[in-house]
């Protein structure tokens, strides 16, 4: 595990293939924040080091996992990284009311980003391709994510409508190569890698501007 | 489906699968129960209930209460690399969604806290439970 502030395309992507179409994706966009080959993106350059599947630590990522099949999810592709100095990261979930048959809420979860939410709860719905049945995404979690945590980053994956559950087909959410996805496996089991404050110190967002509290 | 036949189909899902297995992600033919990947199940018990197979799973950090998940008619059971496949249930059932096999085969049904609708079948298992 060497750090790599720049690294080569060949150790971001898992393949050339999967590089270039970032690299085409980002630039159909129009994504000013981000390109292939930068390294890696703005919030965890310098913080992270990225890992190659030969090195001890890659399998704690679960890529496997975090990968998926277009329609479904997930992310396009995936960069596994180490992160050398704390990072802060965001989730939104829905709230401490909504409770599941278990009876737990969703606050802590395997998908999080390192940017801060922004926009409204629409836009952030989109750019995080999150079905309306699988999340309210009406109150926001500030966690840290520890020096040494290994996890999965890259684009999230488009979702269909049958993935969504929504036969009218109108809920569908396109791959997303600007607002890049993190995925932290079984963070319920990692408590040294996920810290995250008592949930008093979450907030219920302004649907209207997520970065706000609503009022 | 005789409770006989579901009986033995809970022993070889008991003997084929690891007591330690934890599931991220829950499917009903192509539907996605639950956000693929963002919350684990274990299996808590496995158990006849009639001619249903009702599976308790409970959420892998260990806290919580097992939810049911239940499984009218399963047959085609596989266990892999990347998880659990049924091919074949009438009826399907997980914490407030449910899905069915439609009569003509070729289809099934989906009602979730959005509303009803259908989908091809398109030779997918009816239950995925994905590692």
Redesign the interface.
Known sequence: MTPLPVPPMNLMFSSPLSAALLAASALLAGCSTFRAGDGLPPPVTGKAVVLQPSDAAYSRAVIGAAVKPAGQGGVVTGTVIQLTQDVPVYRMWSGPTKVSAAGLTNRIGGWWSYDAPKGTQAQYREAYEICLGWNDLTWVAQCTLKAGAVVVIGPGQSVSAETCGDATGRETYPANFKDWQLYLDKPWARPAELVCPDASADYPADPANIAQRKR | MTEADLTLLAERWRRELPDTS?F?EIRFW???V???????WCLAALRPDGPALELLL????G?????ALRLLQPEGLMVGPQGVTLDHAERLSF???EAWREPDGLHYG?R????????EIRGRPALTLG?
């Open positions: 934890v991220g192509g539907f996605a639950v956000r693929p990947h963002d919350q684990g409970r959420h892998a950090s806290q919580g209460q097992p939810v914490d407030g969604c989906l979730t806290a959005q509303g009803q609708g259908g989908f590692f």
